[in-house]
């Protein structure tokens, strides 16, 4: 039997087709783009990899010698710097790289969400197919796409559809699952702040998923978003203890200045 429209709209390979059309086309508008945005170079800058011990310090330490760190900034996007600084190491600062790791995070961001509302909205439906075409058309990805330094909403986007997807199947009754997907929140967060709302995006998800009582719904639903609870908590604290160690910093190099001034202000005496 020829398959009809409505299978061929509910199937992956129509789905995945559009997906694969969409990344070719990206690429081929952003063939001859330049770096665009006046965070992008400082943001690359951040990332300079040299050896293992600089993706410690990226993670660890709000000033890296050398760099313009992202803590400097009021941001804490240690994925992002790092993803930035390997395509430093294979590219340079040749803009096309970059601009192809964009389109393949952004085909896999596309699939993620695909993959996601298939387990949401229902695999037999063409609701996933529409879902997944208003994500490739929506106009906020001009901006998101065309400058590298916006790269952390898609990695965002990827880590979250993953938290997602783990408490969306069966396996997320486990709880080495519940860590994992608790560890792409954090993920998530630390990609850009907001990953936050994957907290009631899961309560919501949990909530909606069960056919118990209203009290076991509840009681289930605040379980499982306690993981994701715990990994925003963590995540907010890590940025919290680098900028107050940016500002401890920042507050005794404006002390010592003043002295450095009056030292160099003071008369020499001339020696015989």
């Known amino acids: ?9 509910s199937s992956r390979v129509l789905a995945y087709a559009l997906v694969a059309v969409a990344t070719v086309q990206l690429l081929a508008v952003t063939r001859d783009y330049a770096i665009l945005g006046m965070d992008s170079y400082p943001a690359i800058a951040s990332g300079l990899l040299h050896g293992p011990g600089d993706v410690v310090a990226i993670f660890t330490s709000p000033a890296v010698p050398g760099r313009v760190p992202y803590a400097f900034h009021g941001f804490y996007r240690p994925i992002t710097t790092i993803s930035l600084g390997i395509d430093h190491a ?12 964009q389109a393949l995070l952004f085909g896999l961001s596309s699939l993620l969400l695909y993959e996601l509302a298939r387990r949401v909205i229902g695999a037999a439906t063409i609701g996933p197919l529409l879902a997944l075409v208003t994500f490739l058309l929506a106009p906020s990805h001009v901006e998101t796409l065309a400058v590298v330094a916006r790269r952390s909403e898609l990695l965002c986007a990827i880590f979250g559809a993953l938290a997602l997807l783990i408490e969306t199947s069966r396996l997320a009754r486990d709880r080495r699952s519940s860590l994992l997907a608790g560890l792409f929140t954090f993920l998530a967060v630390i990609s850009k702040t907001t990953g936050i709302a994957l907290v009631p995006a899961v309560f919501v998800l949990v909530v909606s998923a069960t056919s118990a009582s209203i009290v076991q719904r509840l009681r289930a639903a605040l379980l499982a978003t306690l993981p994701h609870l715990g990994a925003v908590v963590v995540a907010f604290a890590v940025q919290i203890r680098l900028r107050r160690r940016v500002g401890g ?4 190099a404006s002390r010592r200045r003043p002295r450095a001034r009056r030292r160099a202000a003071r008369p020499r005496t001339a020696s015989c």
């Open 249 to 252: 910093r920042r507050e005794r």
């Open 90 to 101: 294979l590219f340079g600062v040749e803009p096309r790289g970059y601009f192809v790791t």
């Open 1 to 9: 039997m020829r398959p009809t429209l409505r299978s061929l709209a």
